[in-house]
Structures are given as C-alpha cells and as structure tokens.
C-alpha cells in the first residue's frame, strides 16, 4: 500500500504548531455518546460505566430503543451521574390528528 502525502495546502502551510492552553483544558467538558443495542439485562450497563469512570465523563448521552415501560430506572443506574429518559410514543399513542 502506497503512503499519501500532504496535501498542496497542507505543504505550503508547513508543520502547524498548537499554543498551550491551560486555560481552555480547565474548562473543557467532556463528552460521552452511546448508542446502545441492548441494555435491557442486569449487567449490560457495566461496560458503559467503566468508560465513564475511566474517562472522567462529564455528561452522558446513552441512547436506547430497546426500553419499554416495564423497565425499570434501577437496571440503568449510574453512581454519580443522573438519569432523565423519555419513552417513545408509539403510533398508538400518538394524539389524534386526524380531522372530525
């Protein structure tokens, strides 16, 4: 496999140097994203909180289409962090829109 080099912008720029900055690491937040295929059994939510652990995550955003209403809030847990979901509507629950 052959190796691409720069591009004609990047070798007219030459090598870019990045100022230090304290200042913008102390207030960074950081971010954790997952769409999950599955955190419906007991231990499936272990994975994700050793990432957020290990990362020192600040928000998270677990996404999960998989729930129903007989899930309960206990299965998905995380110490130190809040949980806030919203269950789909279904088209059965859907307001009527239809006109009478």
């Not at 304290?22 to 499936?44: F, I, M, Q, R």
């Amino acid at each position: 496999m052959t190796s691409v080099g720069p591009s004609p912008l990047e070798a007219a720029r030459g090598p870019q140097e990045i100022p230090d900055s304290p200042a913008c690491d102390e207030t960074a937040v950081s971010l954790y994203v997952l769409n999950a295929a599955g955190l419906t059994k007991p231990h499936d939510i272990e994975h994700p909180t050793a990432d957020l652990s290990s990362y020192a995550t600040d928000v998270a955003t677990i996404t999960e289409t998989h729930f129903k209403t007989n899930h309960s809030d206990s299965v998905v847990i995380i110490p130190c962090y809040t949980l806030w979901h919203q269950h789909l509507l279904t088209a059965c629950q859907l307001p009527d829109s239809s006109p009478h």
